[in-house]
C-alpha cells in the first residue's frame, strides 16, 4: 500500500521553520540578504518537486536533498546580486567625489598589497602541511569547528582536533619563520 | 598565542584569500554531502573544496545548521546515509560475488592452469588463502573437500588491531 501523502501544506509547515531559521542565520552575517525572499524560492522549489510526485514516490530523504539544494542555489544567487549591488550603488552618505573619500576606512594599495602577500605566505604555509593537516587547516580557518572536521574528514573527534591544532601550530611556526626571514 | 586569537588573526586572510574560486560544486552536491549520501571520492573533492573557498563553507555550515532540525521534520536520521545509497552498495557487493562464483563453478571443462602455474591441490576447492582455517577453529564441518570460499580473516578473528 502506497504511505500516506502529506499535503503540500503540511509539508511545508513542517520544514518552513528549519529553512527560515537557516537563511536568516546567513541573513545575520550579511544584511542585505532578503529572508523572505530567500524562503519563498525555496518554497516554490519544493513545490515544484512536489507537483512532480503525485504519486508519492520520492522518499523524504530525496526531499531533504532538494530542500538543501534549493537553500544553497538561493544563497549563491542572491549573493550574485548583492555583488552587483554593492559595485554598483555608493554606500549611503558616501560622496561620489573620490577627494572626499580620504577617511574611507577601505584598506589602501599599500594595505592590500600586504594582505595579498600575507594571504600568500599563508596558503603557501598550508601547502607545506602534510595533507590530511592541511585539510583540517583549512577547514578550522573556514570557520568550521572540530566535531565538523570530524564529520567532513570520517574521522573520530581527537583525531580531528590533533589534525588541527598541530597543523596550526605548524602555521604559526612557519609564519613567524617567514616573517623573521624578512 | 592562544589557539583561538591565532585563528582569529589567519582566519579572515584565509577566507579573503580563499573568496570566489574559478569553480565551485553544483548546490546539489553539497546537499547530498550534508545528507551524508555521496561517494567516498566525491567526498574527498568536495572536503577539499569547502576548505579553499569561503563562500561554499558558509552555505554549508548553514546546511549543518539547519540539519537536525530538517531531518526530524522530514522523519529522518540526521547524518545517515539514504538507506537506497546504502542498500545498493551492498546489493552491488552481493551481486558481485554471485557472478564471480557462478563464473568460477562453471568454468569450462577444458580449461586446465598454464604450466608452470601451481594450482590448489583440493579438488573443490575454489579460493583458499594462505590465512585460511586451521585446525580446531571451531568449525569441525570444514573439510577441505566443502570449502567454497575461505577469507583471509576467517582463521584470525579478533586478532586485527
Known sequence: MAPERLSFEELWRRIAP??????????????ALAADDL????????????ERDRNARFRASYYYTVVNSAIVDCLRRHRGTLAHAVRDEPEPGEADDPLER????????????DDE????????AIDALPADRARAVSLFLQGFTVPEIAE?????????HNLAYRGMRA?????????GEE | MPMNELRGKLMPLHRRATAAPESCPAAERLARLAAGSVWPWQRSRLVRHLGECSDCADDYRTLLAARDGLSAALGL??????????????????????????????????HRAAPGFDTHSDADTIFASNFGLTEGDGRPDSAPGDVLFRSDFDGSRGGGS
Open chain 1, 18 to 31: 528549519h529553512v527560515r531559521a537557516a537563511v536568516t542565520r546567513h541573513r545575520s552575517r550579511d544584511a
Open chain 1, 39 to 50: 524562503v519563498q524560492e525555496v518554497r516554490i522549489r519544493i513545490w515544484q518537486v512536489y
Open chain 1, 102 to 113: 580620504v577617511d574611507n576606512p577601505e584598506p589602501g594599495p599599500d594595505q592590500r598589497f
Open chain 1, 117 to 124: 602577500l600575507r594571504a600568500r605566505r599563508l596558503q603557501a
Open chain 1, 152 to 160: 567532513l574528514m570520517n574521522c573520530d573527534r581527537d583525531r580531528a
Open chain 1, 171 to 179: 602555521l604559526k611556526s612557519s609564519m613567524q619563520d617567514n616573517q
Open chain 2, 77 to 110: 536520521d540526521a547524518g545517515k546515509a539514504p538507506a537506497s545509497l546504502a542498500s545498493g552498495v551492498a546489493t552491488a557487493a552481493a551481486l558481485g560475488l554471485v557472478v564471480l562464483a557462478a563464473a568460477l563453478v562453471f568454468e569450462p571443462d577444458g
